[in-house]
């Protein structure tokens, strides 16, 4: 290896990371706690492989302020929420170092594709390996989901649920793996159709649902119920109960958001297009079920063979501007500077 070198003009206090993000097949919509971002329910996701944030954290001493670059450009609410994030890793580290962080995605950033998710992941795996802070992955997940209630969740790969815990301080809303991604390997279908930014982030928009849906308490009441199901399906490796189930919070989520003031409507034209050519296949016998999150892109999942049918399908739809096929991936991980700038 020759990266002794580059380890030394980067500074000992250097390291770099990737995450991938996750969706969400169980539903986290509404907080408990905005400020340690505590959620009213429970979770459950499956981590992709393709899509990925790589991330370069350098603490450096002498630095006066944090230098925080996503995708090559400086964006200053972006950069107060990553220093809000190293703040986290400074007080374990009981240090006050200034830090350059350097991260770049391969998908398009905030359009429904959960970057958030791997960028915060990244961040915390980078940091915590930069300080020597040697973190457990469930002490990464709880400061993951402070800066991000997602990010808890794409520390882990395969699938994953997040609790909502109990405890005032949050340290039991942490995620964990159920089970690994080559144990049941499904494929993902991601029908993009904008690549626009959306108007109602996550937290604003669980926030309006919170004070204004009349849906918000059934919401809450009936989700350790669907939590019981996807769990139990995901175990038995049963795809049409979790395909069932999954829709089912999908919609539901957004029955909720929809019903909020203003109504929440993350959905265009060819979202709706294609949720339904993904029930019309299932009911051709096409093991495919839908989700979509907080915009307007749809993720058809599906079993390994039907894929390159599923994504003939939705690239078919007007308005499907792009189709991204992803498998199942590994949690966060440490890079190597070759691995990192490759
Ligand atoms: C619809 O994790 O982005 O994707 O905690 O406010 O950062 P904050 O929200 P975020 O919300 C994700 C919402 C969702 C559902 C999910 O991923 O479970």
């Avoid at 998710?117 to 993951?144: M, T």
């Avoid at 993902?188 to 849906?213: D, L, N, P």
């Avoid at 599923?310 to 096929?325: Q, S, Y």
Wanted: contains cysteine.
């Amino acid at each position: 290896m020759n990266s002794e070198p580059r380890a030394v003009v980067l500074g000992e206090h250097c390291a770099m990371a990737q995450a991938q993000p996750n969706i969400a097949l169980i539903k986290y919509w509404g907080k408990r706690d905005a400020a340690l971002n505590l959620p009213v329910v429970g979770s459950i996701s499956i981590t992709l492989d393709a899509l990925w944030t790589r991330t370069r954290v350098a603490f450096e001493p002498g630095l006066e302020q944090d230098r925080v670059s996503l995708n090559g450009r400086s964006d200053a609410a972006e950069a107060k929420r990553v220093s809000a994030c190293l703040d986290l890793l400074r007080q374990r580290a009981g240090v006050n170092w200034r830090a350059a962080v350097d991260s770049r995605n391969n998908f398009p950033t905030a359009a429904g594709l959960a970057s958030s998710a791997s960028g915060f992941a990244a961040l915390i795996h980078a940091g915590d390996s930069a300080l020597r802070l040697n973190l457990s992955d469930a002490e990464k997940s709880v400061l993951a989901r402070r800066c991000s209630g997602s990010a808890a969740r794409s520390v882990f790969g395969g699938y994953v649920e997040w609790a909502h815990g109990k405890l005032a301080d949050g340290t039991d809303s942490v995620a964990s793996p159920l089970l690994e991604a080559d144990a049941w390997p499904l494929r993902v279908a991601v029908a993009i159709t904008s690549t626009a930014a959306k108007e109602v982030g996550s937290s604003e928009g669980m926030r309006r649902t919170a004070q204004t849906s009349p849906f918000q308490s059934a919401w809450i009441e009936t989700q350790e119920a669907d939590l019981a199901t996807a769990r139990a399906a995901i175990l038995a490796r049963d795809f049409a109960a979790l395909a069932a189930i999954s829709e089912y919070s999908c919609l539901k989520m957004h029955a909720l958001a929809l019903a909020a003031q203003p109504g929440l409507l993350y959905w265009n034209g060819a979202s709706v297009e294609c949720m339904r050519r993904v029930r019309a296949l299932r009911g051709q016998g096409v093991p495919v079920f839908f989700t979509v999150d907080a915009g307007p892109q749809v993720k058809a999942i599906c079993e390994p063979q039907a894929v390159e049918q599923v994504k003939a399908a939705l690239r078919d739809i007007p308005g499907v501007l792009d189709v991204v096929e992803t498998g199942l991936g590994a949690g966060a991980r440490n890079l190597t500077e070759a691995e990192y700038t490759a």
